[in-house]
């Protein structure tokens, strides 16, 4: 497990986990008592076990409803009962799982252990964490925000653009309700927020650029949407990053666009 307040004192008792062969990122709190997403494969219930006994578990929380986020949840149920935590519209995507997940979520909620939050909330972790509610990837997607550290724990609604398959593994899924449109808008607003350490989903923690990333995928998919028309592109990049306050970027942005369009 990497230690996360080896790189910034705010993180602590907060980690990542390395080993488990998790297949989406799993974060760690509060020494053990909560953690972010639960990957799919087993071996997660041994690493949490080095901070202290699974029992210690009290809350799982959910960034999205996609099955390499929660299939870890199957391992964990057979040793603690954490509460599991996600937004109202992810909870009805689960039902599009395999049996028996369905019914192992309905009995969560028959037993009131699944809670669902909403853009606003404040939960436990770290200085307190925030909810976001960031659609796009799918509509219920959710990311959670530190204030007091400025670190966001983002799921799949931002993943690094050194991640080889990133761009696959956070583009809209259709069935769970994910819209360019909206991954657009959600990107734009998370633009106006300070982040300086980013923990997304998959792919390493970004720490101290977390902000750059969060440009940098805006940035990747305006020039997709605009692929014919690159003066578009950095056009409106520009109008994102000037909306965001950023204008000396904005004008490098609008100074690329007027490049593009000589050129041509
Ligand atoms: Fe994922
Ligand atoms: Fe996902």
């Not at 980690?15 to 760690?28: K, P």
């Not at 979520?105 to 252990?113: S, V």
Request: with cysteine.
């Amino acid at each position: 497990m990497m230690k996360l307040s080896e790189r910034d004192s705010l993180l602590r008792g907060a980690y990542w986990v390395t080993d488990a062969g998790a297949c989406s990122g799993v974060y760690v709190l509060e020494e053990g008592k909560i953690i972010i997403d639960a990957g799919n494969m087993y071996g997660l219930v041994d690493e949490l076990e080095e901070l202290g006994p699974i029992g210690n578990l009290k809350s799982v929380y959910l960034t999205h409803s996609h099955f390499d986020h929660i299939g870890g949840l199957a391992e964990i149920f057979q040793y603690a009962e954490p509460d599991v935590y996600i937004h109202p519209i992810a909870r009805g995507y689960l039902d599009l799982h395999r049996d028996p997940f369905p019914a192992f979520f309905r009995e969560l909620e028959k037993y009131g252990k699944l809670k669902l939050v909403r853009e606003g909330d404040v939960l436990e972790g770290l200085s307190g964490l925030k909810v976001l509610h960031v659609p796009g990837h799918t509509a219920g997607d959710i990311a959670f925000y530190d204030e007091a550290s400025k670190s966001l724990f983002c799921g799949d609604a931002v993943l690094s653009y050194k991640l080889r398959f990133g761009a696959i593994l956070s583009k809209p899924d259709e069935v769970c309700g994910g819209r360019m449109i909206d991954k657009l808008n959600t990107l734009k607003s998370l633009l106006k927020l300070p982040v300086r350490h980013l923990f997304p989903g998959h792919g390493e923690p970004i720490f101290e650029v977390g902000h750059d990333q969060i440009k940098i995928a805006l940035a990747t998919l305006y020039q997709s949407f605009y692929e014919d028309d690159q003066t578009k592109a950095w056009e409106e990049i520009g109008k994102a990053l000037l909306e965001a306050g950023y204008e000396e970027e904005a004008n490098q942005a609008f100074e690329r666009a007027r490049k593009v369009k000589a050129t041509h």
